[in-house]
Nanobody
Framework: VQLQASGGGLVQAGGSLRLSCKVS???????????ISWHRQAPGKERELVAT???????MIAESVKGRFTISRDNGKKTMYLSMNNLEPEDTAVYYC??????????WGQGTQVTVSS
């Protein structure tokens, strides 16, 4: 299983971006039972959880981005998304997607840089 993240870039404060993460080499029945999440790591800081989409349909959004970020998934495309609105300079980080499978194994994407200028 491989995760390929994309969609990062440079945006001004108040702008929007949508990150995508496609899970390849996974059968559909595996993806639909997988918990997916987005994490980020800013320079000099630890990696933090931003949002999770559970296979049950429940989602979790970190307080720091609640109301601005939305996590979603398209099971047919085996792709997860992170929609980010009203971006702030503090959102600048490398964003990573993660898939945690029913077996307990997990896989990480390669990361995509998001830079928000003030």
């Amino acid at each position: 299983v491989q995760l390929q993240a994309s969609g990062g870039g440079l945006v001004q404060a108040g702008g929007s971006l949508r990150l995508s993460c496609k899970v390849s080499r996974a059968i559909l029945s595996t993806f639909v039972t997988t918990d997916i999440s987005w994490h980020r790591q800013a320079p000099g800081k630890e990696r933090e959880l931003v949002a999770t989409s559970y296979s049950s349909g429940r989602t979790m959004i970190a307080e720091s981005v609640k109301g601005r970020f939305t996590i979603s998934r398209d099971n047919g495309k085996k792709t997860m998304y992170l929609s980010m609105n009203n971006l702030e300079p503090e959102d600048t980080a490398v964003y990573y997607c993660n898939a945690r499978f029913m077996s307990g194994a997990e896989s990480w994407g390669q990361g995509t840089q998001v830079t928000v200028s003030s």
